[in-house]
T-cell receptor, first 113, second 113 residues
Framework: NAGVTQTPKFRVLKTGQSMTLLCAQD?????MYWYRQDPGMGLRLIHY???????AKGEVPDGYNVSRLKKQNFLLGLESAAPSQTSVYFC????????????FGPGTRLTVL | GDSVTQMEGPVTLSEEAFLTINCTYT??????LFWYVQYPGEGLQLLLK?????DKGSNKGFEATYRKETTSFHLEKGSVQVSDSAVYFC????????????FGTGTSLTVIP
């Protein structure tokens, strides 16, 4: 039981390049989330999904897209990376949103030059 | 809207000292409250939680009590260890806001021998 895994762990991009971050969970959770973590700002929700085939915007969705084609996977895409997207990205999942625990992946450190 | 405010760090304590990290919240409904811990280079892990007023969450010697009258969820530990050095996040989840999680900005704790 691996829990929540994220690929890749580190990435460096040039401005304007695109990439996809992959999140996978093996706990059969319905809900999945993408956050970014920046110094002094805590975690901010980018997008989330309440089930396969559904996505919704969080607090800071601009510049990102997501897809949830399979229940166990949640992809975060950057179509044209900007230096402001330099951050650590965390994926999380939960059985239902709210009261039960959110389980976090180890994070992806992204640098945009 | 919903929000969480926690004391700013960094906090530096000597081993066996008493720890308090303050957390207050604003919510429209009846949120669940959480403390998460992040060790260097890792994702967030649930430390403890409380789902209703006057509940006390506890784990690994840490405690926090859900105080509705003061809208607080302060984290305490009677005797910290070097291994407790980490960043601690207070968070809430509120049914009235679609069960999204709202995180504080985090408090960095360093325990010195």
């Amino acid at each position: 039981n691996a829990g929540v895994t994220q690929t890749p762990k580190f990435r460096v991009l040039k401005t304007g390049q695109s990439m996809t971050l992959l999140c996978a969970q093996d706990m059969n959770h319905e809900y999945m989330y993408w956050y970014r973590q920046d110094p002094g700002m805590g975690l901010r929700l980018i997008h989330y999904s309440v089930g396969e085939g559904t996505t919704a915007k969080g607090e800071v969705p601009d510049g990102y897209n997501v897809s949830r084609l399979k229940k166990q996977n949640f992809l975060l895409g950057l179509e044209s990376a900007a230096p402001s997207q330099t951050s650590v990205y965390f994926c999380a999942s939960s059985r239902t949103s709210g009261g039960p625990t959110q389980y976090f992946g180890p994070g992806t450190r992204l640098t945009v030059l | 809207g919903d929000s969480v405010t926690q004391m700013e760090g960094p906090v530096t304590l000597s081993e066996e000292a008493f720890l308090t990290i303050n957390c207050t919240y604003t919510a429209t409904g009846y949120p669940s409250l959480f403390w998460y811990v992040q060790y260097p280079g890792e994702g967030l892990q649930l430390l403890l939680k409380a789902t209703k007023a006057d509940d006390k969450g506890s784990n690994k010697g840490f405690e926090a009590t859900y105080r509705k009258e003061t809208t607080s969820f302060h984290l305490e530990k009677g005797s910290v260890q070097v291994s407790d050095s980490a960043v601690y996040f207070c968070a809430l989840s509120d049914l009235n806001t679609g069960n999204q999680f709202y995180f504080g900005t985090g408090t960095s704790l360093t325990v010195i021998p």
